[in-house]
């Protein structure tokens, strides 16, 4: 069974910063792009970024770009999103998702995605 597990999530101040780890296991590691998904209440889950496995390419939403940074250890199976500068609005539960395929790792959406991980709060505060 595919299964994803992320965690890293914490309460932290703005300017501050968080590391979020996805550790998958269950399907070919390198085959997989991974994304991280935020939401909030009342709003839909948005993707954040995302990593293709097979080379290590990642995909950042406009407010993550220079912020944001995602990697892959495909040895460990752990894909991370190191999240610098945190702001408040970068608050949201954060969920890790793995599709197999690389056409899916651009400007990635909900549907695309199946599987999924259990969500990690993070609060930025003001």
Do not use: H
Request: charged share 15%.
């Amino acid at each position: 069974d595919v299964q994803l597990q992320a965690s890293g999530g914490g309460l932290v101040q703005t300017g501050g910063s968080l590391r979020l780890s996805c550790a998958a296991s269950g399907f070919s590691f390198g085959d997989y792009c991974i994304g991280w998904f935020r939401q909030v209440p009342g709003s839909e889950r948005e993707g954040v970024s995302s990593i293709w496995t097979g080379d290590g390419f990642a995909w950042y939403q406009d407010s993550a770009k220079g912020r944001f940074t995602m990697s892959s250890d495909n040895a460990k199976g752990t894909v991370y999103l190191q999240m610098n500068s945190l702001k408040p609005e970068d608050t949201g539960v954060y969920y890790c998702a793995a599709e197999r395929g690389s056409q899916y790792c651009d400007n990635i959406l909900v549907p695309n995605f199946s599987y999924w991980g259990q969500g990690t709060l993070v609060t930025v505060s003001s």
